[in-house]
């Protein structure tokens, strides 16, 4: 559809161009009466179509037959040759059907070759102007299809990142599980009715390359909930959500969520105190990801998570906000507590394009 009205208007704006073209000497053979000289028209429109005729040649023919298949020296010497047939056809034509006047005394008639000039000079611009048209249709084209090219790759290259993740992020929470067997019965059984709410969530509701940050920030309160679960009193847990009501702001599906698993991954000791302190806010069309936590860089006999969680945010952000957005990362002086912030611009193109995502949700 897109390829046909663009067709149209190309179509569209030849015929108004040429139109112009061939209609403009009317304003010049008109009568006193207003009533126009068609005979004079006819004979006055014989160069316009000899530009007119090399333009389509070129245009349609030995462009894309020969210059587009970069034989270039061959499509110079057939060009010769038809501008030169074209300008002697031209200047036969005008000496048979507008012959000089009588020469009259005291003033010389310019000499031939001026005119053979000023036909073969319009033939070669009306071929220069061809070409560089029809190239330059043909490099925007060969643009939109590269910005096609680099579209579907990135969302080949999403895809599969979110299909890394899902994986990523199951055996994480079933790791938090298999712990809470070895201790209380009770409370696995109850993280595995949490985790059942966030199956649907993770296998099917984040498909799409974009969610609205509403339903992201309920999985990510149930997910705080199911991790609540595992810890004791010596850990503690703050949130703090400050978004607009049911917010349909788009944004990246599991994309917070990796940061929140590497605070409960190193921010989390088994003997000490410890704290996590996560703020989610949207404010101006900014959304930010705040989270404070208690260092304790796990050890290299910890298996717990293979590490990928970070790399991917940092992957999905450069392919999905580059250039909209900041992540600082950060560890206080002292090394007891990790900062990280992340702040998302979503701009008003932005929305409008990740509409269709939205509405796919819905």
């Known amino acids: 559809m897109k390829n046909t009205n663009h067709r149209l208007l190309e179509l569209t704006i030849h015929i108004i161009c040429w139109g112009l073209f061939f209609g403009f000497p009317l304003f ?30 070129n245009y349609l023919i030995l462009i894309p037959a020969i210059l587009f298949k970069n034989h270039a020296g061959r499509f110079l010497v057939v060009n010769l ?32 070759f001026i005119f053979y000039l000023r036909d073969l000079t319009s033939l070669i ?9 029809r190239m330059s249709l043909r490099w925007s084209e060969t643009e939109l299809a590269r910005q096609e090219a680099v579209k579907s790759r990135t969302e080949a290259e999403l895809k599969n990142l979110r299909n890394q993740l899902n994986p990523h992020f199951l055996l994480n929470t079933l790791n938090n599980i298999y712990a809470l067997t070895a201790f209380d019965t009770e409370k696995a059984q ?39 679960i595992r810890f004791s009193s010596q850990v503690r847990i703050a949130t703090h959500f400050d978004i607009k009501p049911n917010s349909q702001s788009p944004i990246a599906p599991l994309l917070f ?24 806010t949207e404010k101006d069309n900014v959304v930010s990801c705040v989270i404070r936590n208690s260092n304790y860089p796990k050890t290299s ?3 717990s998570g293979s590490g990928i969680g970070l790399e991917q945010v940092l ?32 701009t008003q193109n932005d929305t409008e394009y990740h509409d269709t995502d939205l509405r796919n949700y819905r």
């Open 257 to 280: 969520i990796s940061l929140i698993e590497n605070a409960f991954k190193h921010g989390i000791s088994p003997t000490a105190p410890s704290f996590i302190n996560i703020r989610i």
């Open 190 to 228: 109850q993280a595995i009715q949490e985790l059942s709410k966030l199956l649907r969530y993770v296998l099917y509701d984040n498909q799409q390359t974009f969610v609205p940050l509403g339903k992201e920030v309920d999985f990510i309160r149930n997910y705080i909930e199911l991790m609540r």
């Open 28 to 57: 010049f053979i008109q009568h006193d009466n207003g009533n126009i000289d068609w005979p004079a028209f006819m004979r006055h429109s014989v160069v316009p179509v000899a530009l007119f005729i090399i333009f389509y040649i």
């Open 301 to 303: 006999a910890d298996k």
């Open 315 to 346: 992957k999905r952000l450069d392919l999905l906000y580059a250039g909209h957005y900041e992540w600082n990362r950060q560890t206080s002086e002292d090394g007891k507590e990790y900062i990280s912030s992340l702040k998302i611009f979503i």
């Open 81 to 112: 040759v038809v501008i030169c047939i074209m300008t002697l056809g031209l200047r036969y034509w005008h000496t048979i059907n507008m012959p000089p006047p009588f020469s009259r005394p005291h003033i010389m008639e310019p000499p031939q």
């Open 125 to 133: 611009f009306a071929t220069g102007l061809s070409v560089a048209i």
